[in-house]
């Protein structure tokens, strides 16, 4: 027991959570000065930890000290660590002190903020910093929520797309007859992330009918709109019924962006819900240079972007816009005896439970909010276009390099690169880029991760932790380099 039993921690005591709170917080301020000492990908086996660790609870309490020396020495060794400088790997997923603080304040105050009854604050400030959001994106008004539409909080975008699915079968359905389940088919381009897949999987529509249409270099891997046409063509001459079309602005290959105005020209003309999956590149669009890249926006039904990726605002905060809120809510409503109230039965409120897949929500809307304000949209812009001056800065490295090339145009801050091929052998080329990426992965300098695009095996170099610096970006190169030309001379 700590210091006797009359300081056993208690359920919740407000001295106990100062005293402890203060530790934790030291104990994770000391972790981000020491960041860079550790691996930035785990070293570790599979089943490391079942060997460090009991088979069974403890019956009687430890101390705090004992668990953070247990930290120490067992789960940290098993972390990959996402906001080291040195990680280039995935997209980033970004925390700071503000969204820190924001999520302390939300697990202390500890809220389930399912109807607005729960929590008149929580409903009305996601409403609200949604609306900020959307405007600094510059966000049709549809999407606003003084209209028809609005925004939410959802945990990925994984999430939103098969909310946003689900309430595009439910409308067409609706019209149609539920009979026609077999005959509705979804696109997109080879490009889009797997959720959309599982999403299709979940909706229940029919493997034979998700269109996966092919992209290639010479659109820089955005979807064709006269590949669309004709699918869709196709479709509708065999009696099917195309209902979903989703797009991407920064697929995770390779960041491509599809172009938003002509292929929802299509999907409109042929009544089809156009999903906007912006995850990773919508925060770069606050900044006005960068705001093009959505130039269609308007003629999309709904628009995802994850301010847990790279707007400062810790992991979960997918943020979702629809132009239609009813298209949500007659696919989630649910409005059992014991969640009904006054409010909610008059029509007066936002009920976010049924915005979404759960019942239960936390309060996210909080560190948004902390983000928004504490950093102000001017910060942000900047914090943004700092990683793209550092991946300009690999992104001439590499070009500079005979033994490299950028396989893809870099648009955003993540850069395709990979060894040249020696004799024109690609397959000996794609085992080769493998075995570089293995040896600097080993190294523990750094961590990146690879993709495919045409049948290459291309490196991805993703910048966006808030660390980083050009010293690391350089230092990483540094580390590629030298791993390339030990590769090379075997």
Same mark, same amino acid.
């Given at each position: 027991?700590?210091?006797?039993?009359?300081?056993?921690?208690?359920?919740?005591?407000?001295?106990?959570?100062?005293?402890?709170?203060?530790?934790?917080?030291?104990?994770?301020?000391?972790?981000?000065?020491?960041?860079?000492?550790?691996?930035?990908?785990?070293?570790?086996?599979?089943?490391?930890?079942?060997?460090?660790?009991?088979?069974?609870?403890?019956?009687?309490?430890?101390?705090?000290?004992?668990?953070?020396?247990?930290?120490?020495?067992?789960?940290?060794?098993?972390?990959?660590?996402?906001?080291?400088?040195?990680?280039?790997?995935?997209?980033?997923?970004?925390?700071?002190?503000?969204?820190?603080?924001?999520?302390?304040?939300?697990?202390?105050?500890?809220?389930?903020?399912?109807?607005?009854?729960?929590?008149?604050?929580?409903?009305?400030?996601?409403?609200?910093?949604?609306?900020?959001?959307?405007?600094?994106?510059?966000?049709?008004?549809?999407?606003?929520?003084?209209?028809?539409?609005?925004?939410?909080?959802?945990?990925?975008?994984?999430?939103?797309?098969?909310?946003?699915?689900?309430?595009?079968?439910?409308?067409?359905?609706?019209?149609?007859?539920?009979?026609?389940?077999?005959?509705?088919?979804?696109?997109?381009?080879?490009?889009?992330?797997?959720?959309?897949?599982?999403?299709?999987?979940?909706?229940?529509?029919?493997?034979?009918?998700?269109?996966?249409?092919?992209? !290639?270099? @010479?659109?820089?891997?955005?979807?064709?709109?006269?590949? &669309?046409? +004709? %699918?869709? /063509?196709?479709?509708? $001459?065999?009696?099917?019924?195309?209902?979903?079309?989703?797009?991407?602005?920064?697929?995770?290959?390779?960041?491509?962006?599809?172009?938003?105005?002509?292929?929802?020209?299509?999907?409109?003309?042929?009544?089809?819900?156009?999903?906007?999956?912006?995850?990773?590149?919508?925060?770069?669009?606050?900044?006005?240079?960068?705001?093009?890249?959505?130039?269609?926006?308007?003629?999309?039904?709904?628009?995802?972007?994850?301010?847990?990726?790279?707007?400062?605002?810790?992991? !979960?905060? @997918?943020?979702?816009?629809?132009?239609?809120?009813?298209? &949500?809510? +007659? %696919?989630? /409503?649910?409005?059992? $005896?014991?969640?009904?109230?006054?409010?909610?039965?008059?029509?007066?409120?936002?009920?976010?439970?049924?915005?979404?897949?759960?019942?239960?929500?936390?309060?996210?809307?909080?560190?948004?909010?902390?983000?928004?304000?504490?950093?102000?949209?001017?910060?942000?812009?900047?914090?943004?276009?700092?990683?793209?001056?550092?991946?300009?800065?690999?992104?001439?490295?590499?070009?500079?390099?005979?033994?490299?090339?950028?396989?893809?145009?870099?648009?955003?801050?993540?850069?395709?690169?990979?060894?040249?091929?020696?004799?024109?052998?690609?397959?000996?080329?794609?085992?080769?880029?493998?075995?570089?990426?293995?040896?600097?992965?080993?190294?523990?300098?750094?961590?990146?991760?690879?993709?495919?695009?045409?049948?290459?095996?291309?490196?991805?170099?993703?910048?966006?932790?808030?660390?980083?610096?050009?010293?690391?970006?350089?230092?990483?190169?540094?580390?590629?380099?030298?791993?390339?030309?030990?590769?090379?001379?075997?």
């Amino acid at each position: 027991m700590e210091n006797g039993s009359r300081n056993v921690l208690k359920p919740m005591d407000s001295e106990q959570l100062r005293e402890y709170g203060h530790r934790m917080v030291d104990f994770i301020a000391d972790y981000y000065k020491t960041i860079e000492s550790f691996p930035v990908l785990s070293q570790v086996q599979p089943g490391y930890l079942q060997n460090l660790l009991p088979g069974s609870a403890p019956d009687h309490p430890e101390t705090l000290e004992q668990v953070l020396d247990d930290v120490k020495t067992k789960i940290l060794p098993g972390v990959t660590h996402w906001q080291s400088p040195n990680f280039f790997a995935y997209y980033p997923s970004n925390s700071s002190v503000a969204g820190f603080l924001g999520e302390m304040l939300s697990a202390g105050l500890g809220i389930v903020g399912f109807s607005w009854v729960t929590s008149p604050a929580a409903t009305e400030l996601e409403i609200i910093v949604l609306d900020w959001l959307a405007k600094l994106l510059n966000l049709p008004e549809q999407f606003l929520s003084k209209g028809k539409g609005g925004g939410v909080i959802q945990g990925s975008a994984s999430e939103s797309v098969h909310v946003v699915m689900t309430a595009a079968r439910d409308k067409v359905l609706r019209s149609v007859g539920k009979n026609a389940l077999g005959k509705l088919v979804v696109y997109s381009s080879d490009q889009t992330h797997s959720s959309l897949q599982k999403a299709c999987q979940i909706a229940g529509i029919h493997p034979e009918n998700c269109r996966v249409l092919k992209a !290639d270099s @010479s659109t820089n891997y955005a979807l064709r709109p006269e590949l &669309l046409q +004709e %699918a869709v /063509s196709r479709d509708r $001459e065999a009696g099917l019924i195309p209902f979903f079309l989703g797009a991407n602005v920064g697929t995770t290959s390779s960041s491509a962006v599809d172009p938003l105005a002509s292929l929802g020209k299509i999907a409109n003309s042929n009544e089809m819900w156009f999903h906007v999956d912006a995850a990773y590149a919508g925060s770069a669009c606050i900044c006005p240079e960068y705001r093009q890249y959505i130039d269609g926006v308007e003629t999309a039904d709904s628009f995802n972007m994850n301010a847990h990726k790279w707007l400062l605002t810790n992991f !979960d905060c @997918s943020l979702l816009w629809v132009k239609d809120q009813c298209a &949500l809510t +007659e %696919a989630f /409503s649910t409005n059992p $005896e014991y969640l009904k109230n006054k409010a909610s039965q008059a029509n007066l409120v936002v009920d976010y439970k049924d915005w979404q897949i759960a019942l239960s929500r936390r309060f996210r809307s909080l560190k948004l909010w902390m983000v928004l304000r504490l950093y102000g949209a001017e910060t942000l812009k900047k914090y943004i276009r700092n990683h793209i001056k550092l991946a300009k800065v690999f992104e001439q490295l590499v070009s500079q390099d005979p033994n490299f090339e950028v396989i893809t145009p870099r648009i955003f801050a993540l850069v395709c690169f990979r060894m040249v091929p020696t004799d024109n052998d690609e397959k000996k080329c794609n085992t080769r880029n493998l075995e570089l990426l293995e040896a600097v992965n080993s190294s523990g300098k750094l961590f990146l991760i690879h993709t495919a695009l045409s049948g290459k095996i291309v490196l991805r170099f993703s910048i966006g932790a808030p660390l980083t610096e050009e010293k690391h970006v350089k230092d990483a190169w540094k580390v590629i380099r030298e791993k390339a030309s030990y590769l090379l001379r075997k």
